[in-house]
């Protein structure tokens, strides 16, 4: 059995794109518009070894998103490979994973699902789910009703609740209002310090990284800068921004 939790090897991501014209304009130009090809990430190669925590910094754009995406299956790569060898995994960030016609009691169930839960495993965890949430008899109406910060509570204790063996997580460290935000990160801290979780965390908060990460993958327009211990990459990316 492998050391690693997750493995990526030679990772390309890459987004077509069409430039905008009229009906009228491509009828005139007689030919299709040519795709213009964006290089989101770029031939990067990483392991996180199980029960590691990893961050993940860099500039907005430059394809922390985009991998952990990937990573949680979501987004195909153009090319290299990604390696989970048989961990479940699930994704925190806002605006992932919600049918907003559904409510919210059964896209608890349909999140749990896509994670890999049975359906009696997540009705053994729902209530505490909803509890944990506070969304009250808000969790029988349809989430499109939700405001932002209703949406992030369920997103965060579906996530919380329903424990995977690889979390990554996209810039929610703490959700909802200041007591919500109290308690979501203490919660937090307590699933990503699990000795038998692996974790990769996005964020630009340079405290937050040094706090929880064992190591850190820096990466620029898509490219690998640096991997390894926290502080040395840290210090190197701090010096870059300046």
Same mark, same amino acid.
């Given at each position: 059995?492998?050391?690693?939790?997750?493995?990526?090897?030679?990772?390309? @991501?890459?987004?077509?794109?069409?430039?905008?014209?009229?009906?009228?304009?491509? #009828?005139?130009?007689?030919?299709?518009?040519?795709?213009?090809?964006?290089?989101?990430?770029?031939?990067?190669?990483?392991?996180?070894?199980?029960?590691?925590?990893?961050?993940?910094?860099?500039?907005?754009?430059?394809?922390?998103?985009?991998? *952990?995406?990937?990573?949680?299956?979501?987004?195909?790569?153009?090319?290299? /490979?990604?390696? =989970?060898?048989?961990?479940?995994? /699930? =994704?925190?960030?806002?605006?992932?994973? %919600?049918?907003?016609?559904?409510?919210?009691?059964?896209? @608890?169930? =349909?999140?749990?699902?896509?994670?890999?839960?049975?359906?009696?495993?997540?009705?053994?965890? &729902?209530?505490?789910?909803?509890?944990?949430?506070?969304?009250?008899? %808000?969790?029988?109406?349809?989430? +499109?009703?939700?405001?932002?910060?209703?949406?992030?509570? #369920?997103?965060? /204790?579906?996530?919380?609740?329903?424990?995977?063996? @690889?979390? *990554?997580?996209?810039?929610?460290?703490?959700?909802?209002?200041? +007591? %919500?935000?109290?308690? /979501?990160?203490?919660?937090?801290?307590?699933?990503?310090?699990?000795?038998? +979780?692996?974790?990769?965390?996005? &964020?630009?908060?340079?405290?937050?990284? +040094?706090?929880?990460?064992?190591?850190?993958?820096? @990466?620029?327009?898509?490219?690998?800068?640096?991997?390894?211990?926290?502080?040395?990459?840290?210090?190197?990316?701090?010096?870059?921004?300046?």
């Amino acid at each position: 059995m492998s050391e690693y939790a997750i493995e990526v090897k030679d990772l390309c @991501i890459h987004y077509k794109g069409l430039k905008s014209y009229s009906i009228k304009q491509n #009828l005139l130009r007689g030919k299709k518009n040519k795709a213009e090809v964006f290089e989101a990430v770029k031939n990067v190669s990483f392991n996180v070894k199980k029960g590691e925590i990893l961050g993940l910094i860099g500039k907005n754009g430059s394809g922390k998103s985009t991998m *952990l995406r990937a990573i949680a299956g979501i987004f195909t790569p153009n090319s290299g /490979s990604i390696d =989970l060898h048989g961990n479940s995994v /699930s =994704l925190l960030a806002i605006g992932v994973g %919600f049918q907003t016609e559904l409510t919210g009691r059964e896209n @608890i169930m =349909l999140s749990g699902m896509l994670l890999g839960f049975t359906e009696e495993q997540i009705k053994a965890k &729902s209530q505490e789910i909803i509890e944990f949430s506070e969304l009250g008899k %808000f969790i029988d109406q349809p989430v +499109r009703t939700y405001s932002s910060g209703m949406h992030s509570k #369920l997103a965060f /204790s579906i996530t919380a609740i329903l424990n995977t063996d @690889i979390m *990554l997580i996209d810039e929610v460290l703490s959700v909802g209002d200041a +007591r %919500f935000k109290k308690k /979501s990160y203490k919660k937090m801290k307590e699933l990503i310090t699990d000795e038998n +979780r692996t974790v990769v965390i996005v &964020s630009h908060e340079t405290k937050t990284i +040094r706090e929880l990460c064992h190591k850190v993958l820096w @990466i620029n327009d898509g490219e690998m800068m640096r991997y390894g211990d926290t502080e040395e990459v840290l210090t190197a990316y701090e010096e870059f921004m300046k």
